[in-house]
């Protein structure tokens, strides 16, 4: 990886490969995490209408330039991120950094084109909250991360999205899509010093007046304490049940021997909760929690779970798409970035007394979420007597927009 900074604060890594194809991808630190309750929603409506039009080209006009190339063009959006990327031909690597550069700099926000997108952004809602396997990741951030903008969903609530106006919009462009808050990585048979030249070319490169001058506000970390039981009451033939843990971040450096506890839990084909639950409820998942963290993990155990995760790490290396979520994670949420070998190195020192300890520290505390026919006061029990937690679960009502209740003690 080869990586340069433009005086604005903006960032370009690239990774050359032996493909026929290049991917240019541009992340922005922009997401619900950073959006305070007046802004929530934005960072995805806002995704949504830079496909719209720029100012030196319509829709049609963008949708033309990546198709007559047979490439792809496409954005994401997390709680903390957005990503806008163009894949095509290598020999279309100039059309690709000048397409993405545009689209993120200098959206028209066409005002015929605000009311149509936001009606697919209300639907796309709509569809998460009737869907208990998506809406039940909502729930777990809110017992995770309570009273934080963590909590907030990437694509906010109907109406918070309601009330988002095209002022509004242009303004949060404005404040966030700044270059010292941009990387833009480049996988594929590309040069990098090429590469550096033609972005210096675009307004993503050459733009001054929302540079690094500018500080940009950082969201604060999350805080304590967290809700151990969220429970939303649904009248449905089947409940989705959702456990998990605060992690770590992605610079620490016992994220290898983490990832290895992930796997050996849930990863694996043999992993321990997916077996025991083709018999036995979440009663048995809660065990094996609590046996994780007080117990020590087999040296065969943490080996075959190694090498389920070094295998996975090769396969991955070889995706283009594996490639740029690996620099947006390292330029946007301190990952660490390294050679494959090195990455190798640190996964497989990890040792069955380093699972142990990071099973001790993160499972101590772990929450409960569930969606469907399901008693709150019962799901409470099930933590308690097996963690060092309150019973003090909180039951949602019906309306699916009402995903949780507030904390105890909160306004």
Same mark, same amino acid.
């Given at each position: 990886m080869?990586v340069f900074?433009f005086?604005?604060?903006? @960032?370009?890594?690239t990774? @050359?490969?032996?493909? $026929?194809?290049v991917?240019?991808s541009?992340w ?10 007046? /802004? ?8 949504h ?7 030196r080209?319509d829709r049609v ?8 190339v #047979?490439?792809?063009?496409?954005a994401?959006?997390? $709680?903390?991120y957005t990503c ?5 031909? %290598?020999?279309?690597l ?5 397409l993405?550069a ?21 639907q796309?809602?709509? %569809?998460?909250l +009737?869907?208990?396997n998506?809406?039940?990741?909502d ?8 009273g934080?903008?963590?909590?907030q969903p990437?694509y906010?609530?109907s109406?918070s ?9 242009a303004?949060?462009h404005?404040d966030?899509?700044?270059p010292?808050?941009?990387a833009v990585?480049i ?5 990098? /010093?090429?590469?550096?030249?033609r ?8 733009d001054?007046t929302r540079?690094?001058?500018t500080?940009w506000r950082?969201?604060s970390?999350p805080s304590?304490p ?8 649904r /009248?449905?033939?089947?409940v989705?049940?959702?456990?998990a ?12 021997a ?8 849930a ?11 083709? +018999?036995?409820?979440? @009663?048995?998942a809660?065990?094996i929690l609590?046996?994780?963290r007080?117990? %020590?993990f087999?040296d065969?155990l ?7 995760? $070094? ?9 283009? +798409?594996?490639?740029?979520? @690996?620099? #947006? $994670?390292?330029?946007?949420?301190g990952?660490r970035s ?7 190195a640190?996964?497989e020192?990890?040792?069955? %007394? ?5 099973a001790?520290?993160?499972?101590a505390?772990? *929450?409960?979420?569930?969606i ?6 019962g799901?409470g029990?099930?933590l308690?007597?097996?963690?060092? *937690?309150p019973?003090?679960p909180?039951s949602?009502?019906t309306?699916?927009?009402?995903m949780?209740s507030n904390p105890?003690?909160?306004?």
């Amino acid at each position: 990886m080869e990586v340069f900074t433009f005086p604005n604060g903006l @960032r370009v890594a690239t990774e @050359r490969t032996h493909a $026929r194809s290049v991917t240019v991808s541009c992340w922005v630190e922009t997401g619900s995490r950073f959006e305070s309750p007046v /802004q929530l929603g934005s960072s995805h409506f806002l995704e949504h209408l830079l496909f719209r039009g720029t100012g030196r080209r319509d829709r049609v006009a963008i949708s033309h330039s990546i198709e007559e190339v #047979g490439g792809e063009l496409n954005a994401f959006t997390s $709680r903390e991120y957005t990503c806008c990327y163009a894949r095509v031909p %290598q020999s279309e690597l100039g059309l690709a950094i000048d397409l993405v550069a545009d689209l993120v700099m200098d959206p028209s926000l066409p005002a015929d084109q605000v009311e149509p997108e936001r009606t697919v952004v209300l639907q796309e809602i709509a %569809q998460s909250l +009737d869907t208990p396997n998506d809406a039940i990741y909502d729930l777990i951030y809110e017992a995770l991360f309570p009273g934080h903008s963590l909590a907030q969903p990437a694509y906010g609530s109907s109406d918070s999205v309601l009330r988002l106006t095209r002022g509004s919009l242009a303004d949060y462009h404005r404040d966030r899509y700044r270059p010292a808050a941009m990387a833009v990585a480049i996988v594929g048979p590309v040069d990098h /010093q090429e590469a550096v030249e033609r972005l210096g070319e675009t307004t993503l490169g050459r733009d001054s007046t929302r540079g690094p001058e500018t500080a940009w506000r950082r969201a604060s970390p999350p805080s304590e304490p967290l809700l151990p039981i969220l429970v939303h009451e649904r /009248q449905s033939p089947v409940v989705h049940v959702l456990l998990a843990a605060r992690g770590v971040s992605y610079g620490d450096p016992n994220r290898p021997a983490v990832e290895v506890l992930s796997a050996i839990l849930a990863g694996l084909p043999t992993a321990l909760i997916p077996l025991e639950l083709r +018999d036995r409820p979440v @009663r048995c998942a809660l065990d094996i929690l609590a046996d994780g963290r007080n117990g %020590q993990f087999s040296d065969d155990l943490v080996a075959r779970s190694i090498r389920y995760l $070094r295998g996975r790490r090769f396969l991955d290396w070889e995706r283009t +798409d594996e490639a740029i979520m @690996r620099f #947006g $994670r390292h330029f946007l949420l301190g990952a660490r970035s390294h050679g494959i070998d090195e990455d190798l190195a640190e996964l497989e020192a990890v040792d069955a %007394q380093a699972v142990a300890n990071v099973a001790h520290n993160l499972l101590a505390r772990p *929450v409960l979420c569930a969606i469907g026919p399901i008693s709150p006061s019962g799901m409470g029990n099930l933590l308690e007597e097996r963690f060092d *937690v309150p019973s003090s679960p909180l039951s949602t009502e019906t309306d699916p927009e009402l995903m949780v209740s507030n904390p105890p003690g909160s306004d």
